[in-house]
């Protein structure tokens, strides 16, 4: 199954170095700072094959093509499309302060949250090949649905697929909504169904 949001099971994060001993013999002042290097420095020695960038690499625009980081905790941040921002994905499950960094440039990601990494190669071809899925699937479950009078006013207030943007951020909620309409639909025609049968 395609995780979205918990990549780093194994990438080491600002947490885990700035317990290093290495950084808690130096004055307060200059330990994150150190401990951001030791975890930047840590990664490419851990993981050659990704691509990760510290705070000095702000001065750079971000890399062509790039849609998804993991920052110096390990939480997934995306790239919001023509937009030139990212946004942190926030955790399954209930916590505190999750996703509520806002909207950043990409000089601003890496400032406040760097060293970031590339996540693993297959995340990217799962989630391309889930998102082609579904995009496959719009015409055919918007046209289902606007045959019904769930689907004329399903009181979610979304947007029809046909409607909705390339940005599928919230990719999971519109999944669910969908989901919910299409159930309406089926117990509606089941009532339907019982009611015809209790006439004969």
Known sequence: ML??????????????AAQYRVVLVLPPDQREVAARALVAQQRREQFPGRRTWEAKDSLLPAPEGLIAVL???????RSIPGTGEWREVPRPGPALGQGTNGRLLW??????????????????QQRADVMGALRSARV????????TAVGAVDGTGSRSMLEADEDDDDLLDR??????RLSVVVKSDFSSFVIARSWY
Not at 71 to 77: I, K, V
Not at 107 to 124: D, R
Not at 140 to 147: I, K, P, R, S, V
């Open 3 to 16: 995780n979205t949001t918990r990549l780093s099971d194994k990438l080491p994060t600002l947490e885990e």
């Open 107 to 124: 000089s601003q990601l890496l400032q406040k949250f760097a060293p970031v990494t590339e996540p693993l190669g297959e995340w990217a």
């Open 140 to 147: 055919e479950l918007d046209c289902l649905l606007a045959h």
């Open 71 to 77: 920052d110096n905790e390990g939480d997934l941040w």
């Open 175 to 180: 999944a669910k909504r969908w989901a919910s």
